[in-house]
């Protein structure tokens, strides 16, 4: 727990040196590279059976890589027992010991480490105050709710001073209002500790609010390694687009490239879209994802001008978000577009003809995924 | 997604588990699997090489007394638990708590009293001059003793006895895994109580009848000490039988053909029963 | 009748009167060895005008009483051990190791419930006449440890087919290793299993009759083969006594469990 914040040094700790897992035939994890900074809060995120837990059970030292090598500080650490990593773990469920006490739970990592007495007392007390459970400790795990369970489980693996905190799905039994509360108190815990958080996810809520960086993956492979705002904004791949928030794919064909933007030709209209590298080339197919809420429309006596980024269609089906509302506008050639614009100002009638525009960067051109 | 296989890094506790997995196989194969084969193996070596034994099977009329009392007396016992067993299961699962308590209470106990002790009790209460004939003589209702034990009537009394708690407890497993909205949706559906009971429930109950009834008949067929005592040699079954042949008349050939047909049946129930249920279930008592 | 709907039936319905039946049924004989166990008589009766202590007496005073008794706790304690050892190991190994094979030995474990009696009786008469074990401690000890090893293996095996395997990660993440983990995390989770196993060893030894009668003869009587001969000439009521003392046992403990059952799922 020595490392402040200020005092974090930009240098990989922990590094994935091409590892993979096979089972048989069926390949769990593709060749995998990844670099994780020193107190970093890095999530994987991605559908059950996308790899991440593969990769986190890797780490912790249950799942043995088919191939590669995972390195600590420039250390190999493949071949060492769960138990010589000095990695904490948060499993999914808690796995807190029934027949322990709070307390007793929380000593464990350090009777195993041989630290008894005043000085694991100590040590104790802290962690249960950082995870606010100084009240419980003479309690039994059955007798704590999921919450309370969830703060023995990062007491329990904090309370060592681990080199990196593994945390696999820690929040999928709780609920809505409590999930929100662990995501703030997870980045606080992270700050105050600075300890390398890794975090596995389904939830892109979860993924977007707490970490530094996302990985995403999908079908055991990593599609993307990114901050959140960027993953959102600059998609690499159609899953990436579609898997964090909605996304419209416009696939048309190649007009034009020129300093990292493109445009793209549609059946009836154009669309401008920056080139994350996908290394698009005049004349080929290509497909550009474009965010619902960055999509306007106006009536077509409104709406002056022409040129890329402009589509004529109709309505086809409204839902009401709240604040907003999600326009489903069917294009001349029968494709839907959906634009999300604020609840209330237009009549949305079923049919009604409107014409939906963007701005000249609100497009990105992203990868097509292979078909599954 | 989280099943992902438990290290494999510590290669030495790995093989500390191998051993500790493999020994108590040893220590079977060598000092039980062994034995039993080598009884498989006498059946047609003793006393000289060849079928000779298994002719006996249609040649011996006592072998087929034994074989046909064996199986009378085991279907009777077979369907009488599962009349009275599946009755017992239905109260159970239809009972209040606290008379479910009461009763299954009364069930488990009874089924962990040994044979020996119940074959006890069943030759004081039903002997001629035992208790429930010194009543009814007491009462007036008969005036000689009526012949309640050493004939098959004393040996299915004794049996069902035992095999009863066999048949109630998994049968109420069975019963209590039945969704208690089914009878109640049959009938709004308009069956009778009658129909609902025969359209639904029934049908539903079938494995563990099934399961319950085999469980019965492997241990009715082998079974030794309670038609042993209450048959007072004048029932004898087939595991009698093959005690007889070994202990007075030394003859191990026919024994171990009888124990080798005794045991094929039994494996063959065992393999039918496994296709309807967990057959590690309905051994766990 | 009840309402379509009402789930548990009121009244005398005819399972209701069968159940209870088949209680009586199942009771009576229980019941009628206790007045038995006090008959003032030598031979089997009920009491009429006084009850009396005297076949209790003679289970701890009659020698041959005495020799069974201790003859069977040597056997039954001997046999247990063994038997949850080896059960034991048996379960724990093949959990830990999740391997296909497991399954399949897990049934050859098995194989001492399934044979009949009088099958694997015949065989180690055979057999135990081979290797000079005949009549003697350890050869009934190796007998009844195999006749307890399968309830040993499947209660042991299903209290940890219900252990979260994450259990064991947890504490090895915490930095136990693999012997630590088993012996802070996963024992203490499986004991009461282990315990239950051993209980079952026990009694399945203690009951043991049918090959008791083929491999034993003077130097070792357990009290099964005791009271077999007790029937097979005139019969003692004290064996009624002994009958006594175990259903009372029996009951004590059935109590304990279904209050402590009943407990633990409120």
Known sequence: MGRGTESKVVKDSLVLDGIEKRYGDFVALQRTELSIKAGEFITLLGPSGSGKTTILMSIAGFANPSAGRILLDGRDVTGLPPERRNFGVVF???????????YDNVAF?????GITGAAARTLIMAALEIAKLDTFAH??????????????ALARSLVFSPELLL????????DRALRKEFQTEFRSIHREVGTTFIYVTHDQEEALTMSDRIVIL????????APPAELYERPATTFVAGFLGKSNFLRGTVAAVADGRARLDLAGFSTCALDNGTGAQAGARAVAALRPEKVRLALPRDAGGTGPGRVTGTVAGVTYLGASVEVELRLADGQILLATVPAGQLPLADGAEYVASWAEDAAILVREEAAP | MSAVAPSQSASQGERLYWLMMLLPCAFLALLYVVPVLNVLVMSVTVPKPGLANYAELANNGAVQRTLWTTLRIGAITTGLVLLIGYAVAYALVHSGPRERQILLGIVVASFWISALIRAFAWIALLQSRGIVNSALMATGLIDSPLSLVRNELGVVIGMVHYMLPYAILPLYTNLRGIDDRLVPAARALGATPSQAFRWVFLPLSLPGLIGAGVIVMIFSLGFYITPAILGGGRIIMVA???SVQISETLRWGLAAMLATVLLGAVLMLVTWLSRFMDVEQALRK | MSAPGSSPARGVTLPRLVAWLAAAFLLLPLLVVIPISL???????????????????SLVSDGRWTKSILDSLIVGIGATVLATALGTAFAVGAWRLGVPLARRLRLLLLAPIIVPPIVHAIAFYRAWATLGLLDSYLGLILIHAMKGLPFVVLTVAGVLANLDPRLEQAARSLGADARQAMSWVVFPQIRAGIAAGAVFAFITSWDETIVAL?????????LPRRIWEGLADNIDPAIAALGTVMILLTFVAVTITTLRGGKANA
């Not at chain 1, 999914?92 to 709070?102: E, I, K, M, T």
């Not at chain 1, 945390?167 to 999928?172: F, T």
């Not at chain 1, 999908?218 to 390694?225: S, V």
């Open chain 1, 92 to 102: 999914q469920g808690y796995a807190l010991f029934p027949h322990l006490s709070v």
């Open chain 1, 109 to 113: 990592p350090l009777r195993a480490r």
């Open chain 1, 139 to 152: 309690r039994y795990p059955r007798q704590l709710s999921g919450g309370q369970q969830q703060r023995v």
């Open chain 1, 167 to 174: 945390l696999d799905e820690p929040l999928s039994a709780l």
């Open chain 1, 218 to 225: 999908d079908k055991g492979r990593i599609l993307q390694i």
């Open chain 2, 240 to 242: 009698e039988f093959i």
């Open chain 3, 39 to 57: 008959t003032p008589e030598r031979y089997l009766s009920l009491p009429t005008d006084s009850i009396s202590f005297r076949h209790y007496g």
């Open chain 3, 214 to 222: 083929f491999v034993t003869s003077r130097a070792v009587t357990t």
